[in-house]
């Protein structure tokens, strides 16, 4: 069981999202950094999907009130148990009656806590993923607020393994407030002026305070069409670059809509989504094209690698 003694700025359970469910109308959800959350599962021996809690820039206080064996991947938040600092993305012991807080943000917006058995949140739609906005899924549909008690699902650990936790760890990416996002051409690209095409690439964004899991806004030079047009909405996705009428582009993220009217302009690749997400507001960011084939080769790179890294995770585990 965890108990929450301290809400938080944002933390809710989230796993890799609900699928087939967007032709409903339904949000898929989900992790905003998949990355990092899959990472975190399988440090203390979870599926890649199981649920857990994603945590955004001022941490929560969790309380165990039972011994278990955590994770924490993404940006680094400052981790502290009983008020002692732990390190990120390596598997940690934890004992009853302890308790997790967070400090400021070194790096990234926000992290990950997997514990091994996953968060024992009911499935909806078959995910455990929570959507806010239509309080669906997770803990009572909402982010979790000081008191709640969250039980935990029956973990498979080992004991020689969990009296090796802490001393080793998986390698972390490298999280900018100032990255260079690769994005293949949207299917409105050419529709765009030449002048906004051109200034798309060679001029910095920043993000604006109004984003948040649906989107997020971009500050910079504004973008335009050649000729103004109304468009049909069409099927949108993760990474997905639209620009409304006032120019402003924004990034669709994990609770993005299912269609969009918007046109847009770029796609950014699915390598690079977990660097977007741990952007916060202010930080800024360039875009850079690459084909559809070197977006492919990338995500194949990045799958290669977590692949490897899961197998060293099940040695060491013994399994």
């Not at 994603?54 to 064996?69: K, S, V, Y």
């Not at 948040?212 to 468009?231: F, I, T, W």
């Not at 990034?251 to 950014?268: C, H, N, S, V």
Request: proline share 5%; hydrophobic share 35%; net charge positive.
């Amino acid at each position: 069981m965890l108990t929450i003694r301290k809400s938080g700025m944002q933390t809710s359970v989230q796993d890799l999202g609900r699928t087939g469910f967007q032709k409903y109308g339904v949000v898929a959800s989900g992790a905003m950094d998949p990355y990092s959350l899959r990472m975190a599962n399988l440090l203390v021996g979870n599926e890649e999907n199981t649920a857990a809690l994603e945590i955004t820039l001022m941490g929560p206080a969790i309380q165990f009130d039972e011994d278990c064996i955590i994770s924490i991947c993404g940006g680094d938040l400052s981790p502290q148990l009983d008020g002692k600092e732990i390190k990120s993305w390596r598997a940690i012991l934890v004992t009853k009656g302890q308790t997790l807080t967070f400090g400021n943000p070194q790096s990234g917006s926000r992290c990950y806590m997997a514990i091994a058995g996953g968060v024992d949140v009911p499935e909806v739609m078959g995910s455990r993923s929570t959507y806010l906005r239509a309080t669906l899924g997770g803990f009572k549909g909402r982010a979790l607020e000081s008191g709640d008690q969250l039980a935990v699902g029956s973990a498979r650990s080992r004991k020689d393994f969990l009296a090796q936790t802490g001393s080793w760890f998986v390698p972390s990416p490298h999280y900018s407030a100032e990255p260079v996002i690769r994005v293949t051409e949207g299917r409105q690209f050419n529709l765009f002026s030449e002048e906004s095409r051109e200034r798309f690439f060679s001029e910095p964004f920043s993000v604006n305070s109004q984003s948040d899991r649906m989107g997020y806004r971009l500050d910079g030079p504004q973008l335009a069409l050649s000729n103004k047009q109304e468009m049909i909405s069409e099927a949108v996705v993760f990474g997905s670059i639209q620009v409304p009428s006032d120019g402003k582009p924004i990034i669709l993220m994990a609770d993005r809509q299912t269609a969009g009217g918007y046109p847009k302009i770029a796609e950014a690749i699915t390598a690079d989504l977990p660097l977007i997400s741990q952007l916060k507001p202010g930080d800024r960011l360039r875009f850079t094209k690459v084909t559809i084939e070197e977006a492919q080769r990338l995500l194949r790179l990045q799958e290669k690698t977590m692949n490897c890294l899961k197998n060293a995770i099940r040695l060491k585990r013994g399994i």
